[in-house]
């Protein structure tokens, strides 16, 4: 007898689709998704949207009956010998967006280094930045989703670890990306989803291929997209799934799919779930 389905909050990154918010909402909506991610909007990153882009993208978001998933922000995504506090006020800005469009999870990142700086020189720094922007998120009532991504610290399983467990916050969590760990030459799920999981609090879904980096739909790349989907179904999962594609190009800040390669990885994903028995809502 087959096990009953679960239920996953489905989201994607809408810049990926479009730099119109109309056109991200509509797309979603069409995608049976009641959620989106915000990393941008008319080519504006969130962290510099002014307080009337804001507030116009939640009066579209409202009139539409759509929320916010995540607040896909940069912070992190900068040289860690940049002060402390260069991004704390940058987090402050995101959190204020946060709060406009109504969502409790903002993505960071851990810093980014010189090619001839030891990623053991800089742990130190990393973690002092990662519990200056923990104690931001926890005094605003936010939790920081840290996504693993390459050139920064935090970019193999075991690293990401160490910045969880040092910083020791509970606004400070896990965002999974499958692609990211391909690309660092991570099996993800064999070589860490167990040490991850009791901190996972978010899916970003995207694949890639071990052989040449390239990213991938889901399931269609060395990933784990299954397995893992499969895994998080057993442990209880009911958290969000965003799909963040980057079919069409990737660049430092995030990447780009159109309408019609976003709807390629969301047919992907979809085959994914239902070959493990989840349903998105």
Known sequence: MSTPAVEWELSGFGDEIDDDPRIQIAVMQALGARHIEVRSAWGVNIVDLDEAQLSEFKGLLDAAGMKVSAIASPIGKVDVSLPVDHEVGRLRRAVNAAKVLGSRYI??????????VSVESIRDAVIERMRALAAVAEESGVVLLHENEKDIFGDVPERVLDIIESVGSPALKVAWDAANFVQVGVKPF??????????????QVKDALFSNGHVMPAGEGDGDVLRTVEALKADGYTGFASLEPHLAGAHGLGGFSGPTAFGIAARAFAKVLDEAGVRTV
Do not use: T
Request: aromatic residues 24%; glycine residues 8%; negative net charge.
């Open 190 to 203: 064999e070589e860490g989803y167990k040490m991850l999981r009791p901190h996972l609090e978010y899916l």
């Open 107 to 116: 993505r960071i990142f851990s810093f980014y280094y010189g090619a001839d």
